[in-house]
């Protein structure tokens, strides 16, 4: 009995999770009373308009057959909803004329609301709702003009730190500029403050080199370089590296009596392209991360020396044939790993990650690194 309950309550939660994930994809009208004062709900509908300017100022029901049923001016609506975008009647003032259009709304949170309106060219401007206040101001960037998204982005307190206020003042007028910003101030964690940065790298590890029959020893290995750190959405960024490399090894190979030394060289730029995740939620100085990508390779000298000698019974070698041999200039590898930040100041931060690095094709080079990292 209890397992048939868990079973029907389960299919009960799945069913009204289904059933809302559907209602919201369906399309929806509101429709303004002209008579009853009762408002009309229209449900599961499909629209025609030309483009989204055109949209604003009026749309049309359409049937299976897409004839047109009905076309409705934005001052006879309330709101529009197709799929997950909402639109609502609002007014705003257009070249000194109060116009009332279908905006749609592009960002949302608690009584504040943004809404994009579309010009004939295409071209986006953005209006904000401020809680309690029914007129639409427009956002834009001029000398002079009190923004009225930074004046309520500066009653956080957290907007008084310096680094804080800095990220303010540099605002543009959209959405995705504002979103960033309040997220800021809503978790009072400056570690959202993300920008591009460069530095200087350098690195020390083990490498150790696979090419058959040879068992070459692991060596310590050194690298210097520089990258770039590129965010991009929500703790991720883009993050090349570009260093120089050195590596160098011996091994000795015996078959049927004869016995071949082998001395590997290698000197090679690398170009790592990682996608780096930082944990940009954790607050203070430290912030883990990790990273993972491929490692382009390309050997400014990639050679391998070696000798094969026979000796007689008494031990005295008989004959050598020394060769060397060059190597393939270009390799790839895969890289990952897993590191700290520590944020020095505003704009400088000291990095300091462990990574294993795997080349995919022979002569096959593995290791293990620590590598130190400041941006400049």
């Not at 359409?62 to 004839?67: F, Q």
């Not at 609506?77 to 197709?82: F, G, K, P, V």
């Not at 009584?111 to 709702?129: A, C, D, M, P, R």
């Not at 930082?278 to 390309?298: D, H, M």
């Amino acid at each position: 009995m209890k397992r048939k309950l868990q079973l029907f309550l389960f299919f009960l939660c799945l069913g009204g999770f289904l059933f809302t994930a559907q209602a919201q994809k369906e399309n929806l009208l509101i429709v303004k009373s002209r008579s009853n004062g009762t408002d009309s709900v229209l449900i599961g509908i499909r629209f025609l308009y030309a483009n989204k300017h055109s949209l604003q100022h009026c749309v049309s029901i359409i049937d299976e057959d897409d004839n047109i049923l009905q076309t409705f001016k934005a001052e006879d609506l309330i709101t529009l909803r197709e799929g997950k975008t909402l639109y609502a009647s609002k007014s705003i003032v257009l070249n000194g004329i109060p116009q009332q259009l279908l905006l749609q709304r592009t960002f949302q949170y608690d009584q504040l609301s943004i809404y994009t309106y579309f010009s004939e060219q295409g071209e986006k401007s953005h209006y904000v709702q401020m809680p309690n206040d029914s007129v639409l101001q427009i956002i834009k960037d001029e000398p002079g003009y009190e923004n009225p998204l930074r004046i309520y982005l500066n009653a956080f307190s957290i907007a008084q730190q310096p680094e804080v206020k800095e990220y303010i003042n540099r605002m543009e007028p959209s959405p995705s500029s504002f979103a960033k910003r309040l997220q800021v101030c809503l978790t009072g964690n400056p570690n959202y403050i993300t920008h591009s940065r460069w530095g200087i790298l350098t690195g020390v590890g083990l490498g150790k080199v696979t090419y058959d029959p040879f068992n070459l020893k692991t060596k310590l290995q050194a690298y210097i370089g520089a990258f770039v750190d590129i965010p991009i959405y929500k703790g991720f960024s883009a993050h090349p590296e570009v260093f120089y490399r050195e590596y160098a090894s011996e091994g000795i190979y015996t078959n049927t009596g004869v016995t071949s030394v082998a001395a590997y060289n290698r000197r090679e730029i690398c170009l790592p392209i990682l996608m780096r995740y930082t944990f940009l939620s954790t607050k203070g100085k430290l912030l883990p991360y990790v990273q993972a990508g491929s490692e382009l390779q390309w050997a400014i000298m990639h050679e391998i020396e070696t000798e094969h000698t026979t000796s007689n019974d008494e031990g005295f070698i008989e004959w050598v044939e020394p060769s060397t041999t060059p190597l393939k200039k270009i390799n790839a590898a895969l890289t990952a790993s897993a590191g700290l930040e520590w944020k020095l100041q505003t704009k400088h931060s000291l990095f300091l990650d462990i990574r294993y690095t795997n080349s995919l094709q022979e002569p096959r080079l593995s290791g293990l690194y620590a590598t130190i990292s400041y941006n400049l």
